[in-house]
């Protein structure tokens, strides 16, 4: 029995983490609600945008109707990054943060559902162990470089600021993961 994880337990495992955090913001508020989303922020970008670069791919390559099912996938992926985007710019105490965020976590909870029950499972199928695992390091490493959050009255934290902290996060994760996967 391998020690490693193969990639689609540890993208469900991460899905678990999502979930929990989606639950943490809603039912928190205040500064612990800020902080819960922030962590949700950047939970997301780093697990989307290696899923972008690592994962999806693969899966357009390798599974049944692969181009339809990794084309749907990635839509819905821009669409929760726009919205995630809008909710970064509201103070997390506005009632439209609210309204915006119930209608993200329903979004990312239904994308989620759709990338296990149809890109992963089949994953499972078309891979063998070893290519699930060498998957599961290219996305552990894409996580243990991805930026955390900005540390305040630094440069990049200005600039991190000015380009919108999920777009900065997700161009770090990016370039993390290029690098690593040797396509930079
Ligand atoms: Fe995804
Ligand atoms: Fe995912």
């Known amino acids: 029995m391998s020690e490693q994880p193969d990639v689609v337990e540890l993208l469900k495992q991460q899905h678990r983490q999502i979930r ?8 928190s508020k205040d500064a612990d609600r800020a902080d819960a989303f922030h962590r949700l922020v950047r939970l997301l970008a780093v697990h989307e945008t290696a899923e972008e ?26 669409r929760a990054k726009v919205v995630l985007s809008e909710l970064a710019s509201l103070d997390t105490g506005a009632p439209e943060f609210h309204d915006r965020f119930i209608a993200l976590r329903q979004d990312v909870l239904a994308h989620a559902d759709a990338e296990e029950r149809m890109e992963f499972a089949q994953l499972r199928h078309t891979t063998d162990q070893r290519g699930l695992e060498t998957l599961a390091r290219a996305v552990k490493a894409a996580e243990a470089l991805a930026p955390t959050r900005p540390h ?8 991190n600021l000015a380009a919108g902290p999920v777009a900065a996060v997700i ?12 396509t930079s």
């Open 152 to 159: 305040p009255g630094t440069d990049t934290a200005a600039k």
């Open 20 to 27: 929990e955090l989606l639950d943490e913001v809603g039912d």
């Open 53 to 78: 670069e690592v994962v999806h791919p693969y899966a357009r390559r390798h599974i049944d109707g692969g181009d339809q099912v990794v084309g749907e996938r990635i839509e819905e992926e821009e």
């Open 171 to 182: 161009d770090r994760t990016r370039d993390a993961v290029r690098k690593v996967m040797g």
